[in-house]
């Protein structure tokens, strides 16, 4: 079974940047797409990007186009979320997943989830 742990969540003004991390453990993920997906309060929880382990395609929700940039380093077992021009709409906790799906964009379909990291952007 896949655990998923996030960090490089934090506080940042508007305009600034993060880098978050997702690192697996308890086997390794490299057939499985990962996924970022991030839940504001008493909203939804939303997709924000993907990667799939073929050619490490990428996939972004429109919002984040040009914004944010997943990547991942299968020989880390690991992906990241480098996020630039944060605006204060991109608050939210920040979710790494892990899907062995096509529908990268449907949460439903991420089998693995990690614990969530708090991304709070001050205007």
């Known amino acids: 079974q896949v655990q998923l742990v996030e960090s490089g969540g934090g506080l940042v003004q508007a305009g600034g940047s993060l880098r978050l991390s997702c690192a697996a453990s308890?086997?390794?993920?490299?057939?499985?797409?990962m996924g970022w997906f991030r839940q504001a309060p008493e909203k939804e929880r939303e997709f924000v990007a993907a990667i799939s382990w073929i050619a490490g395609r990428t996939y972004y929700t429109d919002s984040v186009k040009g914004q944010f940039t997943i990547s991942r380093d299968n020989a880390k077992n690991s992906v990241y979320l480098q996020m630039n021009n944060l605006k204060p709409e991109d608050t939210a906790v920040y979710y790494c997943?892990?899907?062995?799906?096509?529908?990268?964009?449907?949460?439903?379909?991420?089998?693995?989830w990690g614990q969530g990291t708090q991304i709070t952007v001050s205007s």
């Open positions: 997943a892990a899907t062995p799906s096509g529908r990268v964009s449907r949460a439903s379909e991420y089998n693995y």
């Open positions: 308890r086997g390794t993920f490299s057939t499985y797409t």
